[in-house]
């Protein structure tokens, strides 16, 4: 069975569960009408169902390659990328001004979703391109913006992100790039970066770096960091290509998977760069980026997820082994009808349903955020990104783990493809900050508010559960019991005010968060189903079997650092 | 850092928490002395050190390719093997009257787990070699025994197990290899079999399959399945190799991992046999083989995670990135450090230790059952088995899972090393029977005697948390707690009549299961040093932050098929 593109999904959790129809009525999203969006949905689900899932073996098996200095790219991407770009698709959400469409972010979000279940490898691709589109608009000067973003949202440039060294990684501040001024307003940048994903490609155009560099004067740590446009070509005023710049690919890292995805070691011999936003203030600028990449990355984890799950279910509804329960009972006689097998997709599906309405219920809050200016809707984007990113990326994990296991042995064989999922996901819960790092974000810098965006979240919860409570207690109840645990949790994070206390639960913590928003958006999804449908059925399912899990992940979370550093090194050692 | 063998584990967990002084104490076992079981270790400990693990790599980069219908194995493999072979290892729990050690399969489990923890792939030879031995002994006339066992043994010839067929994976009932009666008591073999481990090499010698057929008059079904010696080469009377068999090696697989570990198609075409054990009754002898690896690949799980452990650790006390918490407080100055960093250090400890903990009561049961042939032992190891299969190979993967996380973007780099273990170790969940079907058998035969076994075992750890409750309140209360809700989910699986209420959840109980069974080991453990000791300190960390895990997955355990039947295959594909 080939990829088909979840739109019935996408529909669902715009109109029932995530609130889509708010975005809509906003002046700034007033365009965004559901004849709109599901034309949107439904062209990119023929692109990605003909054009992008066949190249996802090609990408893997035909990994990208460094010659002469030059990357070639998978057989297809080029074209599988152009098809992308001459859709207008890269400009979904940019800025009109420069040739984007200016729709929400909730849209490219679902487009990234099924960009990310096609092709992981050249989906990453345009996700970086998008993050360096918001980032220029953010930050960069006007000329910049009008050089490079009508050529990055048409797709005839793309766009990467320059962050880490050898001795910086979660690190970043330890960075040595250097960038010493021309005097002519440009910057000559020297240094080495690696793990550049699209860090060079065959597919024309210039490729444009984002490099974090240090200037002279620059303080050490992540204060001193300035942000660098840093091209390949240097543009001619005309905006065409001209002499190369001073940087070159040293090498392509041989991964575990994500094969087409050439992921480049760049070296800056003073290459000409332009600064973005002001001296010193790289790393506010990058974060801009690094937000939708985040969010970006979430949604990888789950497009990789409905690939898996997918291939799992197609496999699960043709292979026959042993007699079924439901044989003369209208089974289908095939392995989806052994009890356990049946356990695993429905725990697939439930999660892939719980990460991506968190990922969209995140896409939903920085629209609205952009539509209103509402703090609060900014607040709740902030809050929900390191959540929408951990949890997708874990979500992607246990998924594509899961869909190898209802192969069987044939998961292990790579010409299955079961087995690409789960190699090509596994960086995600690594990249763009590695779930542990968001984990960090979650419980520090986003609790900044004394708590506020965390508890508003919880209310809301609670109070869903309140309205319901006898309605259908059977499932409001469980989730009731879940969020006070929740709460409680989240105040015993508050009240910690060494933060490295909140540190030694903050991952087990942003996952039993992930549990209880789970617990949220199924009930909401069959409260929309008025109790009786597919996505109601799901939501006892999940209710029942995967939302209790929060309760070792919340006891987990609330342990503090004791007995952590009480196991010494050489108690690890031992 | 290299691999270091953990004999101090198995020595502590010998002496304080699986009971090998039993063992010892048994007339059967009287030569398994403190000084002959540390020296075995040691032995052991040095042959997988210096070695077994430098191949390690090797296997990956360099896989076994079938050259002119053989196969030629990874660099350094013969000469491993042969090491092995050498220091009479492949006998160390074989029977004396054909060359082996006697010893007791509690210490050879020591063996697998580091020779598994050094060298995956070239540790599975041994271990279906011990699995044929067995078999074998149990099973083969003393004509079969006389010519096999003594070259098994000494490792001149090897084993190889042949269940499966493209539409007998798990339903090995299913199977459609053919046995006709040659007239001279051997039986012609004719067939397809797949995934056959280690189906041919270049070691030299003789590979000898047990290939699982039916006879003309073979009932359909599992009932009707005979054992066949088919050995590659035809043995002469004095033992020497004969002519060529008829069959074949068609191809090897392409895997995901374990690549120095040939996994072939065999073709049998009239292939030359002998009969083990009584016609029709090949499942039974087969079991006997499949009990014994079960055990063996949980182990397999447990050593792989060990290799994966120790790789992180090392990188975590290497790798510096930001200020740590301890930074002028003694501390390394690396990232272990770091909260989160230590937290996942320390998980993959106590779970590889909860793991280990539970084969090895499980091998030590086996010893025991074999030394007094009390029923209870034979019971409490069939028991356990499907609990350390499962357990141990999903701390594989979790444990490598986070040992790749450790490794932030390098784990993703093959260079590295730590991806190698999250690919080899995955295919432990899937063979030997998968998880799944492990579960399956602990609640559905292992449950067969009213629940005698597991209430045993439910009782057992009651007693311990009761007799603790007073002097170690913290950590035996929430043992208590824990057994308490193991016992409610036990009696709720035995109350099920419909096998299939049971199997709905039987995953998340096995794993529940083992969660408790790990607070049990872990405060063994701790008691054992009084409550001042690496391993006291490492059980506060498992009864605090792992043990509550059970809540979920006894929860999920115990709803039954109503919620998995009502969601429709439509459901699942809409």
């Known amino acids: 069975m080939p990829f088909r593109a979840p739109l019935e999904d996408f529909r669902f959790l715009f109109d029932h569960v995530v609130g889509f129809a708010d975005i809509a009525a906003t002046e700034r999203f007033a365009e965004a009408s559901p004849e709109t969006v599901d034309a949107i949905l439904s062209e990119l689900g023929k692109l990605t169902e003909?054009?992008?899932?066949?190249?996802?073996?090609?990408?893997?098996?035909?990994?990208?390659?460094?010659?002469?200095?030059?990357?070639?790219?998978?057989?297809?991407?080029?074209?599988?990328?152009?098809?992308?770009?001459?859709?207008?698709?890269?400009?979904?959400?940019?800025?009109?001004?420069?040739?984007?469409?200016?729709?929400?972010?909730?849209?490219?979000?679902?487009?990234?979703?099924?960009?990310?279940?096609?092709?992981?490898?050249?989906?990453?691709?345009?996700?970086?391109?998008?993050?360096?589109?918001?980032?220029?608009?953010?930050?960069?000067?006007?000329?910049?913006?009008?050089?490079?973003?009508?050529?990055?949202?048409?797709?005839e440039w793309t766009g990467t992100m320059n962050l880490t060294e050898p001795a910086a990684g979660s690190d970043v501040g330890a960075l040595r790039s250097k960038a010493e001024p021309n005097g002519d307003g440009t910057y000559a940048i020297s240094g080495q970066k690696i793990y550049i994903s699209w860090g060079d490609h065959d597919f024309g155009g210039n490729v444009c770096h984002l490099v974090l560099a240090r200037l002279p004067d620059g303080a050490p740590g992540t204060k001193g960091i300035s942000l660098f446009m840093v091209p390949k070509y240097l543009p001619n005023e005309d905006g065409s290509l001209g002499d190369a710049n001073s940087l070159r690919v040293v090498s392509l890292e041989h991964k575990m998977g994500l094969h087409g995805s050439p992921t480049a070691v760049m070296?800056?011999?003073?290459?000409?760069?332009?600064?973005?936003?002001?001296?010193?203030?790289?790393?506010?600028?990058?974060?801009?980026?690094?937000?939708?990449?985040?969010?970006?990355?979430g949604i990888q984890g789950i497009g990789a997820a409905e690939g898996a799950y997918q291939k799992a279910l197609a496999f699960s509804l043709e292979r026959k082994q042993g007699r079924t329960p439901l044989e003369g009972k209208g089974g289908t006689g095939t392995i989806v009808d052994h009890a356990d097998v049946r356990r695993m997709l429905a725990s697939m599906r439930a999660d892939i349903f719980t990460a991506r309405a968190i990922a969209l219920?995140?896409?939903?809050?920085?629209?609205?955020?952009?539509?209103?200016?509402?703090?609060?809707?900014?607040?709740?984007?902030?809050?929900?990104?390191?959540?929408?990113?951990?949890?997708?990326?874990?979500?992607?994990?246990r998924v594509s783990e899961e869909g190898v296991q209802v192969h069987g042995g044939m998961g292990f064989i790579e010409e299955t493809g079961a087995a690409q999922y789960y190699r090509d996901v596994r960086v995600t819960a690594i990249y763009e900050g590695t779930n542990g790092i968001q984990a960090m974000d979650l419980v520090a810098r986003k609790m900044m508010d004394k708590g506020e965006a965390a508890m508003a979240l919880i209310d809301e919860i609670e109070g869903f559960a309140e309205t319901l409570r006898a309605e259908a207690p059977e499932l409001a109840e469980p989730l009731w019991q879940s969020v006070e645990t929740l709460r409680e949790a989240t105040e015993w994070m508050l009240a910690q005010g060494d933060l490295n206390e909140r540190f030694a639960g903050s991952v087990p913590y942003l996952m039993g968060f992930a549990r209880v928003l789970g617990g949220y958006f199924h009930l909401k999804a069959a409260q929309a189903e008025g109790g009786q449908g597919p996505r109601a059925r799901l939501a006892e399912f999940y209710i029942r079997r995967l939302l209790p899990e929060h309760v070792g992940l919340l006891a987990h979370a609330t342990v503090g650092t004791a007995d952590l550093y009480a196991l010494s090194v050489e108690d690890l050692s031992a």
Chains 1, 2 share one sequence.
């Open 267 to 297: 070296e800056y011999d003073g290459a000409t760069g332009w600064l973005v936003g002001e001296e010193h203030k790289g790393m506010a600028a990058m974060f801009t980026m690094m937000n939708n990449a985040r969010l970006g990355v």
């Open 361 to 397: 219920s995140c896409a939903v809050a920085l629209d609205m955020s952009t539509a209103t200016g509402a703090p609060e809707w900014a607040a709740r984007a902030a809050f929900l990104t390191p959540i929408a990113k951990a949890f997708g990326t874990e979500t992607g994990m």
């Open 50 to 155: 003909e054009i992008w899932a066949p190249l996802n073996r090609s990408g893997d098996l035909d990994p990208a390659t460094l010659e002469n200095g030059v990357v070639r790219t998978s057989k297809g991407f080029a074209d599988g990328f152009r098809a992308l770009a001459e859709g207008g698709w890269l400009g979904l959400s940019a800025g009109e001004e420069h040739g984007g469409m200016g729709l929400p972010l909730t849209l490219t979000s679902a487009m990234n979703d099924m960009l990310s279940a096609s092709c992981l490898s050249l989906g990453l691709n345009p996700l970086l391109t998008q993050g360096q589109v918001e980032a220029l608009e953010h930050h960069a000067s006007d000329a910049l913006k009008a050089i490079y973003l009508p050529k990055l949202i048409s797709g």
